[in-house]
Nanobody, 115 residues
């Protein structure tokens, strides 16, 4: 079993930055992948970024060059540094972790980009 605890959301002005954190509480030795999805009102949930246990990263085209995902395997924690935020980044951001074929989800954290 995996419990994911997120932090770092909030309200920021366009052009500013936020950092999200996600810590996995689990007895598993390691997780295969950790990352974030986001869901804006009236929209489908979309993948934002993920990082594998080996350090491979992947980003949605809409955030490339602005967002950076990193991880600490020992702490079972992933970080999402979000720079140059835009109003269209406004959404609930959900952390997820994958072990084998099973996905685990966090409760979500609101990110609002507005002047």
């Amino acid at each position: 079993q995996v419990q994911l605890v997120e932090s770092g959301g909030g309200l920021v002005q366009p052009g500013n930055s936020l950092r999200l954190s996600c810590t996995a509480y689990t007895r598993m030795f390691s997780l295969d992948t950790m990352g974030w999805y986001r869901q804006a009102p009236g929209e489908q949930r979309e993948s934002v970024a993920f990082i594998t246990r080996g350090g491979t990263t992947n980003y949605a085209d809409s955030v490339k060059g602005r967002f950076t995902i990193s991880g600490d395997n020992a702490k079972k924690t992933a970080y999402l540094q979000m720079n140059s935020l835009k109003p269209e980044d406004t959404a609930v951001y959900y952390c997820y972790a994958r072990s084998g074929s099973v996905d685990y989800w966090g409760q979500g954290t609101q990110v609002t980009v507005s002047s």
